[in-house]
């Protein structure tokens, strides 16, 4: 008798979540992230975060500026949260989502040049996602038969490089490189890699050997055609 086939629901649910945020034009200041009110920077800040602030922590991954950071978001998270998912189980890997994008937006706040920049996004929980995959997926490859294929363990691990180089080497002031929050993104990473042995479901072995499937090959590709695009 064949397993029935588990399906990662809650990666589904947080893609169309973000989808329907959008389109229904949720006010970014209803979720975003401000740092200055986290940490206390700003003099209308109190003693604590207030309920709000502890909103935006969590909330500002389901707030996009525009339909290309949506669209990259949304085809990177399509492309890698299937498999960590079902790597962890939907409740553990919703936790894990939602503790990445908090480490990233409070190591986006801790570092950034101007603490009043409103955070939005998920890519800092994406990143924790990516990061995630890394660990138990490194032998995975992306490609069509016939032809070449590249590793996926090439295709994060470039994207990590370019974070890093950015968040030690800031992008000049007025560059278009310079609204992205690379921070954010080194700080889901660094969540991600340390979180998913805690997340994983028992049994589940990091550097373990598996592909991509075709929808999340194509995902990728597009992901990084879009990522492209945003440097121009």
Same mark, same amino acid.
């Given at each position: 008798?064949?397993?029935? *086939?588990?399906?990662?629901?809650?990666?589904?649910?947080?893609? !169309?979540? =973000?989808?329907?945020?959008?389109?229904?034009?949720?006010?970014? +200041?209803?979720?975003?992230?401000?740092?200055?009110?986290?940490?206390?920077?700003? +003099?209308?800040?109190?003693?604590? &975060?207030?309920?709000?602030?502890? *909103?935006?922590?969590?909330?500002?991954?389901?707030?996009? $500026?525009?339909?290309?950071?949506?669209?990259?978001?949304?085809?990177a998270?399509?492309?890698f949260?299937?498999?960590? +998912?079902?790597a !962890?189980?939907?409740?553990?890997?919703?936790?894990?989502?939602?503790? =990445?994008?908090a480490?990233?937006?409070?190591? +986006?706040?801790?570092?950034?040049?101007?603490? !009043?920049?409103?955070?939005?996004?998920?890519?800092?929980?994406? =990143?924790?996602? !990516?990061?995630?995959?890394?660990?138990?997926?490194?032998?995975?490859?992306l490609?069509?038969?016939?032809?070449? *294929?590249? &590793?996926a $363990?090439?295709?994060?691990?470039?994207?990590?490089?370019?974070n890093?180089?950015?968040?030690?080497?800031?992008?000049?002031?007025? $560059? $278009?490189?310079?609204?992205?929050?690379?921070?954010?993104?080194?700080?889901?990473?660094?969540?991600?890699?340390?979180?998913?042995?805690?997340?994983? *479901?028992?049994?589940?072995?990091?550097?373990?050997?598996?592909?991509?499937?075709?929808?999340?090959?194509?995902?990728?590709? %597009?992901? %990084?055609?879009?990522?492209?695009?945003?440097?121009?």
């Open positions: 008798m064949r397993a029935a *086939r588990r399906i990662p629901y809650v990666n589904q649910g947080m893609v !169309m979540a =973000c989808t329907l945020a959008f389109v229904l034009g949720l006010p970014p +200041e209803s979720l975003a992230f401000v740092p200055a009110y986290f940490f206390g920077t700003v +003099e209308t800040a109190g003693p604590l &975060p207030t309920w709000a602030v502890w *909103r935006g922590l969590f909330g500002h991954v389901l707030i996009h $500026s525009d339909i290309v950071h949506l669209v990259s978001n949304m085809l998270l399509w492309a949260g299937g498999a960590v +998912e079902l !962890m189980g939907s409740l553990r890997y919703l936790l894990f989502f939602l503790l =990445c994008a480490a990233g937006a409070m190591v +986006e706040g801790a570092l950034a040049v101007d603490p !009043m920049a409103p955070l939005v996004g998920a890519s800092g929980a994406i =990143c924790g996602v !990516m990061g995630a995959f890394l660990l138990l997926h490194p032998q995975a490859t490609g069509v038969t016939p032809g070449p *294929r590249v &590793p $363990s090439f295709v994060v691990g470039s994207f990590l490089a370019i890093v180089a950015m968040t030690l080497m800031p992008p000049a002031p007025g $560059s $278009s490189l310079g609204d992205v929050a690379w921070a954010a993104h080194l700080g889901g990473f660094g969540a991600g890699m340390a979180l998913v042995a805690l997340f994983r *479901r028992p049994g589940v072995a990091l550097w373990s050997v598996a592909r991509l499937s075709t929808a999340a090959k194509a995902a990728v590709y %597009l992901t %990084l055609v879009v990522v492209l695009l945003r440097t121009l």
